[in-house]
């Protein structure tokens, strides 16, 4: 099956610098690559994602790039603010129409922003 | 909309009884998920339903773990009964069968077992 690698495990950052959470998958049907971002006590959240037809989206500050080749794809996120301090997954989504959809996560990235 | 609810959100119990877990899913939403995570691990998958049917329970640690859905709608997961390694939070997902396929989360059940 599939398996998704996350790093950093934990990540400090000063506000207003920038941020980088890199994943790697192995199945290379994997088609679909969310990211969430879960506040502490709070629910995962869908912040943004990418497809496989894509190589990089961006949505205000956050941004997401996607290398098929290499099978790896990050997370960027710059000015960071206090409030991007949470806990954040990336995960990888295979497709198939028999089946639906089958989602692998990472192992999470725990980031600060340090006012 | 409403979104993913799950109940009890905490549950403290000792190991050798039973817990029961639920989840509504997003209304119209045939895909039900659960997952796990231990803390500092990752989101670990246990089970997917399509409607009342499972497509896939290779998660599934043990037979001590049963999951329904009946009727398509909301779903349970019972653990009985439960061992100290059952600690975690379970969180259950929903998404509709066709792309786009993104998955919305429910809050998850914090499950302490002593």
């Known amino acids: 099956g599939e398996n998704v690698e996350q790093h950093p495990s934990t990540l400090s950052v000063q506000e207003g610098d920038s941020a980088v959470i890199k994943c790697t998958y192995s199945?290379?049907?994997?088609?679909?690559f969310p990211w969430y971002k879960q506040e502490l006590g709070k629910r995962p959240q869908l912040i943004i994602d990418?497809?496989?037809?894509?190589g990089e989206k961006k949505d205000q500050r956050i941004a997401v790039t996607l290398n098929k080749t290499a099978k790896h794809f990050s997370l960027h996120i710059t000015e960071t603010q206090p409030e991007d301090s949470a806990v954040y997954f990336c995960?990888?989504?295979?497709?198939?129409?028999?089946?639906?959809?089958?989602?692998?996560f990472g192992t999470g990235t725990s980031l600060t922003v340090i006012p | 909309e409403a979104g993913v609810t799950q109940f009890p959100s905490h549950s403290v119990i000792e190991k050798g009884q039973t817990v029961t877990l639920r989840c509504d899913p997003i209304?119209?939403?045939?895909?039900l998920y659960w997952y796990r995570r231990v803390m500092g691990k990752e989101i670990k998958f246990l089970l997917h339903?399509?409607?009342?049917?499972?497509?896939?329970e290779s998660g599934m640690p043990n037979n001590r773990f049963l999951a329904e859905r009946t009727g398509g709608t909301y779903s349970t997961l019972k653990v009985q009964p439960a061992e100290l390694e059952d600690s975690g939070v379970y969180f259950c997902?929903?998404?509709?069968?066709?792309?786009?396929?993104?998955?919305?989360f429910g809050s998850g059940t914090q499950l302490s077992v002593l």
């Open positions: 995960a990888a989504s295979i497709w198939k129409p028999d089946t639906g959809n089958q989602f692998y």
């Open positions: 997902a929903s998404s509709p069968w066709r792309p786009p396929e993104k998955l919305f």
């Open positions: 339903f399509v409607k009342e049917s499972k497509q896939d």
């Open positions: 209304s119209g939403h045939d895909n």
């Open positions: 990418i497809r496989s037809n894509v």
């Open positions: 199945d290379s049907a994997s088609n679909y």
